[in-house]
């Protein structure tokens, strides 16, 4: 029993940094978007994709909008030509990827340009 215990414990320890996360972020709602993109505080889903395929190409699967404080982040699902899916976060700003979450080995970093 003691063993089964141990095991449970350890594995809700090793899912808190997850639940952190998403407890952190709000998802927001496309009325949500449309107020931001309308005030200059985001770019498009449109614009942002288009500076997303200048590092990474793929057709868009799924796309969500969250906001962690003062910052705005798209979670975007593309698929690449083989069929594989990949996940990417870019910063709803500026189009870029966000630095703290790795970009996918497809998408090419060198081909990221200042705009």
Known sequence: MSRLVFI???SLLALQP???VAASSTELHHNQAVTLVASGQIL?????LAIVSHYCKGKLMDAHLYQEGDKWRYDLELKVDKGQLLQLSVDARS????PAIPLP????????TAR
């Not at 498009?44 to 942002?48: A, C, R, Y």
């Not at 189009?95 to 966000?98: A, F, S, T, W």
């Not at 080995?105 to 990221?112: M, R």
């Open 8 to 10: 449970c414990f350890f």
């Open 18 to 20: 997850w639940v952190r």
């Open 44 to 48: 498009s889903l449109t614009d942002t």
């Open 95 to 98: 189009g870029k990827p966000v």
């Open 105 to 112: 080995s497809e998408c090419q970093q060198n081909e990221i």
